[in-house]
């Protein structure tokens, strides 16, 4: 846990997890491409499964190069241990499977990413589990009580980029005898390390910034050596959305360049908040960053840098419209954390299920338009968001 005896982040990021194959020296950790793995003998079968050897003996519970990628996460999250998933959205089912059961409540400060709302407002309500939300920091404690076994939280938030105190939250769970999950996908280990606020469970989409480079889909958790273990039997075991190890492979390339790719996400994301800060077509920049942001002060407490999203509000949908389609460098897609700068319209695209009240409460506009700030050159995606806002115009 104490990361200040190890070595610095960047480094971890490139060797933690693996080192050179015993057997044939292999620099970088081999795929293993294999479903099951041989005991050997009967009687070193008996003992695996039991639990009284430790040792692979089908991908589906653990493999060599997943673990690789688990143990780096882990390194990098500051906890024990960390269990990987196929999806994110897989890590998350894993979660509320592993730790809710009927009867039980589940808290979260919304908005939460809207496959997680899906998940415990669609399907684990029809396992008796009940969903309160609270809109800020300052209701959660209206809406825990005796029966709530989790508390759910994301910050940045998805697509306002709101930000919550983790330490406080984590008082306000704790004190109710919950578990604190957090969606660290938008902050990544680099920028925030939840588990030092007091958090139990940190979980990921990898398949943004920890890939960084969109090319696969995947998930994991990190946490205590307990929970993890009973995460990886009831979750991974049971539940079965395993990662492959290709996708593994490809997780710890990525990772590799964590710190780098971060620290120019954060310098360009700067740089386009500031760019459409000062353009008249504007209405709001939404960035954890400007001093005048809701959760500055809170996000310079808790992360290294603010983050490579910017949501801009343009006013209108049409204008919004005009924005998206006038940019070249940014792709319009959803996703985010990849290299290429993308952007997206989340009140018709990713947050359309909610309906406009909800989407007005919580400042998801029919103008906002979110940004996922690449590694490209700054003056570049400067120039590229400056030619849209003219069009944006009409
Ligand atoms: C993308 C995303 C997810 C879901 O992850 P998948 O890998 O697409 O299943 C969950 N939480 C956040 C914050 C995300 O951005």
Not at 105 to 111: C, K, L, M, R
Not at 262 to 276: G, I, P, S, T
Not at 324 to 352: I, M, R, W, Y
Request: proline share 3%.
């Amino acid at each position: 846990m104490d990361n200040s005896k190890k070595a610095g982040f960047a480094t971890r990021a490139v060797h933690a997890g693996h080192h050179p194959d015993p057997q044939t020296g292999a620099h970088v950790m081999p795929i293993y491409a294999t479903s099951t793995f041989s005991y050997g003998s009967a009687e070193r079968g008996a003992r695996l499964f039991a639990g009284e050897e430790k040792g692979y003996f089908y991908s589906r519970l653990a493999n060599p190069t997943v673990r690789a990628f688990e143990q780096k996460l882990a390194n990098l999250e500051g906890t024990d241990e960390a269990v990987a998933f196929a999806s994110g959205m897989g890590a998350a089912s894993a979660i509320a499977l592993t730790f809710l059961k009927s009867g039980d409540e589940v808290a979260f400060i919304g908005p939460l990413y809207g496959g997680t709302e899906g998940l415990l407002h669609e399907v684990m309500s029809q396992f008796g589990v009940t969903t309160r939300s609270a809109g800020k920091l300052a209701e959660l404690r209206g809406v825990v009580g005796e029966k709530t076994k989790l508390v759910w939280l994301e910050t940045p938030t998805n697509p306002t980029l709101q930000v919550v105190d983790l330490q406080a939250a984590c008082e306000i769970a704790h004190g109710v005898g919950a578990l604190v999950v957090v969606d660290n996908t938008f902050s990544t280990p680099y920028l925030t390390r939840p588990a030092e606020f007091g958090v139990d469970l940190v979980m990921h989409s990898a398949t943004k910034y920890l890939s960084g480079h969109g090319d696969v889909i995947a998930g994991v958790v990190a946490g205590s050596a307990e929970q993890m273990g009973v995460l990886r039997l009831h979750g991974l075991r049971h539940g079965g959305a395993a990662l492959g190890p290709f996708e593994a492979h490809l997780l710890i390339r990525g990772m590799k360049t964590l710190a780098l790719r971060m620290d120019a996400h954060c310098r360009n994301a700067r740089a386009v908040a500031e760019a459409l800060r000062e353009h008249p077509a504007v209405r709001a920049v939404h960035y954890p960053g400007f001093a005048d942001h809701q959760g500055h002060e809170v996000a310079a407490g808790q992360m290294l840098d603010f983050g490579g999203l910017v949501s801009v509000d343009l006013g209108t949908q049409e204008a919004a419209f005009r924005f998206l389609n006038a940019l070249k460098l940014f792709t319009q897609a959803v996703s985010l954390g990849d290299v290429e700068s993308l952007s997206c319209h989340p009140a018709s695209t990713t947050h359309q299920l909610l309906g406009a009240e909800v989407l007005e409460r919580q400042g998801v506009t029919a103008g906002l338009v979110r940004l996922s700030v690449g590694i490209e050159d700054e003056q570049d995606l400067i120039a590229d968001v400056q030619q849209a806002l003219q069009a944006a115009q009409g």
